[in-house]
């Protein structure tokens, strides 16, 4: 059974930075296409950052040259660095997979079948 457990959401000010890690199992991680998505209240839930099953990685607009998503196999780990935060970064932040993605699908929730509890990240002004 995919298992995905989310970790290091916080609150800090605006220009702030975190990191959110994803330990995953259940499942042959390599071959999973794995991505980070976020909802704010009120907000339906947007794809933030994703990589696909051959390393090629996609990012919302909005986040471009500031979060960074990278994995570590060996622990099973998928991470979000979020650099530059803003107020409207706040959300709560989830880890999805699934085994197979179509490639203009990566940032779209409805393509994902496995999903982590979620983090909270609160970023004040």
């Known amino acids: 059974q995919v298992q995905l457990v989310e970790s290091g959401g916080g609150s800090v000010q605006s220009g702030g930075s975190l990191r959110l890690s994803c330990s995953a199992s259940?499942?042959?991680?390599?071959?999973?296409?794995m991505g980070w998505f976020r909802q704010a209240p009120g907000k339906e839930r947007e794809g933030v950052a994703a990589f696909a099953r051959d390393g090629t990685t996609r990012y919302a607009d909005s986040v471009k040259g500031r979060f960074t998503i990278s994995k570590d196999s060996a622990k099973n780990t998928l991470y979000l660095q979020m650099n530059s935060l803003k107020p409207e970064d706040t959300a709560v932040y989830y880890c999805?997979?699934?085994?197979?993605?179509?490639?203009?699908?990566?940032?779209?929730?409805?393509?994902?079948?496995?999903w982590g509890q979620g983090t909270q990240v609160t970023v004040s002004s």
């Open positions: 999805a997979a699934a085994y197979s993605v179509p490639r203009n699908m990566l940032l779209q929730a409805s393509a994902y079948n496995y």
């Open positions: 259940g499942y042959a991680y390599s071959s999973y296409y």
